[in-house]
């Protein structure tokens, strides 16, 4: 049973930088596409990146394109996200998920691909 564990969360503020992990265990997540979502108190979650199973292919939604990066390291059984240029409308709890790929530049950031979350972390960017 994949399961999913997220960290690097905090206080940070405006401007400032994070780094969240997602580490899986149980399973190769190298054979997993991987997604990144993120949900702020009284909104919708939203995805906001995806990387496939091989990190070759991946996708931003526009809101972080440019200052978020999506990386992995399958041998650590984890998947990175880089947060840079932090700004208020960025806080949420930040959730990773995940899904067997059979194909290997399978990329996708809609919730209802993804079979396997996280508990979240937190992020809050505040001065």
């Known amino acids: 049973q994949l399961q999913l564990v997220e960290s690097g969360g905090g206080l940070v503020q405006p401007g400032g930088s994070l780094r969240l992990s997602c580490t899986a265990s149980g399973v190769t997540l190298g054979d997993y596409a991987v997604g990144w979502f993120r949900q702020a108190p009284g909104k919708e979650r939203e995805g906001i990146s995806g990387i496939s199973r091989g990190g070759d292919a991946t996708r931003y939604a526009f809101s972080v394109k440019g200052r978020f990066t999506v990386s992995r390291d399958n041998t650590k059984n984890t998947v990175y996200l880089q947060l840079n240029s932090l700004k208020p409308e960025d806080s949420a709890v930040y959730y990773c998920?995940?899904?067997?790929?059979?194909?290997?530049?399978?990329?996708?950031?809609?919730?209802?691909?993804?079979?396997?979350w996280g508990q979240g972390t937190q992020v809050t960017v505040s001065s």
């Open positions: 998920a995940a899904t067997k790929a059979p194909l290997s530049f399978t990329v996708s950031m809609a919730t209802g691909y993804y079979d396997y």
